[in-house]
T-cell receptor, first 115, second 115 residues
């Protein structure tokens, strides 16, 4: 079963507001990934984080890899209607040995943006 | 460049019927994953192939489910006989495994409804 706790489960915000969501784990991951899923589509990668403490931006998105390697957050600034969707965090352990880079997903955060 | 292609996009069938879902991974990728997504359980990994060989099938629910990858550009997930509780969205993802990190790219999914 899933080992990641993602929060909040859902958010209803006004256009222009900032959004923050996070994921925590009971175990360490080597890579944290954030995906977005639009209605009727598959998850699309937004940001990948490879080092503890890393802070990465992609346009209005900013994500950080927690220093303990057990958590990550995603911020969206100045939200727009097309930000609507489900956001998933995913943890990945380094491929090698018995690990093949399997992804463990959070439960998802459903984001609704009101114009 | 074409992404992961899944077919059909939607499948409606009656309980007891055989269902076959198809996936064409990204050209050059050597890893393929089948996932199932439901509201209750989120995204679950069903099976993982590397170089066309099944490596981890621990997520396959039961003997009614089977997956094959006869070559590097094609995979199938078969359910026989199907049951209403199999209703879900099934995703295929592919990646290029070879370094320390491999990013999975998802198809648009097949929405399966078993009546």
């Amino acid at each position: 079963g899933q080992q990641l706790n993602q929060s909040p489960q859902s958010m209803f915000i006004q256009e222009g507001e900032d959004v923050s969501m996070n994921c925590t784990s009971s175990s360490i991951f080597n890579t944290w990934l954030w995906y977005k899923q639009d209605p009727g589509e598959g998850p699309v990668l937004l940001i990948a984080l490879y080092k503890a403490g890393e802070l990465t931006s992609n346009g209005r998105l900013t994500a950080q890899f927690g220093i303990t390697r057990k958590d990550s957050f995603l911020n969206i600034s100045a939200s727009i209607p097309s930000d609507v969707g489900i956001y998933f965090c995913a943890g990945q352990r380094r491929a090698g040995g018995t690990s093949y880079g399997k992804l463990t997903f959070g439960q998802g955060t459903i984001l609704t943006v009101h114009p | 460049d074409a992404g992961v292609i899944q077919s059909p996009r939607h499948e409606v069938t009656e309980m007891g019927q055989e269902v076959t879902l198809r996936c064409k991974p990204i050209s050059g990728h050597n890893s393929l994953f089948w996932y199932r997504q439901t509201m209750m359980r989120g995204l679950e990994l069903l099976i993982y192939f590397n170089n066309n060989v099944p490596i981890d099938d621990s997520g396959m629910p039961e003997d009614r489910f089977s997956a094959k990858m006869p070559n590097a550009s094609f995979s199938t997930l078969k359910i026989q006989p199907s049951e209403p509780r199999d209703s879900a969205v099934y995703f295929c993802a592919s990646s290029l495994k070879g370094g320390l990190v491999d990013i999975q790219y998802f198809g648009a999914g097949t929405r399966l409804s078993v009546l």
